[in-house]
């Protein structure tokens, strides 16, 4: 069984001719949109080979491995062409950022599905000023731990952006459960912070300013 992530990153894609799932890990993404019909062919790509191969075995037990590609190499390097959506997922912002940089030019046309782990106002800020729109964000709650998806596609104009945009974000605030309660865990990271930059006599400007945008967003509640 799927994970409550995997299952919302699965329903953020859209039908597609082509799907990379880069950094596919064991392979359940490609496997789901595949059997689900969201994907006519998905290239599966991985850094490491032995993540490649527990994909290929899944792939295989689930009988649709004629039309899953293993590739192993770095992000988009290893694909040849452009793909239709890219999943990019479990693994720090700033890998993704990196991943997408390489490709930039390739991925003018393919919808993105991002999930970091960590650091996400680096990736948000890195798709605005590439222009690359979000086009929608879903905070996940699993097992305690909380996981935001964006889905984002390039665009021909500029993008206009604003610092709550970054770390706020744009269509997180969907009103859900799983959203007041991620704020509310921002809000106490936050004052946790300036509780402790205070006592070593360190700046706290930034996380003053995240913390009042976070307390203006909980009000609307």
Known sequence: MISKRIEEIINLLDKCNTLADIGCDHGYVAVEAIKRKIANRVFA???????????????????????IE???????????????????????????????????DRISNTTLILQPMKDIELLRKWLFENGFDILNEKVVKDKNRFYVIIKSSCLPEKISFSDKDIYIGRHILDRTEEAYEFLLKMKEKMKKIIGMKKKSFLDTSYEEKVLIMIEEELKKW
């Not at 693994?91 to 991943?99: D, K, L, Q, R, V």
């Open 45 to 67: 790509v991985d850094i490491n080979l032995q993540p490649l191969l527990k994909a290929k075995e899944l792939s295989k037990k689930e009988n649709v491995d004629d039309k």
């Open 70 to 104: 293993f590739l192993l190499g770095n992000g988009f390097d290893p694909i040849e062409g452009s793909v239709d959506e890219a999943v990019i997922a479990g693994m720090g912002a700033e890998n993704i950022c990196s991943i997408l940089s390489r490709a930039k």
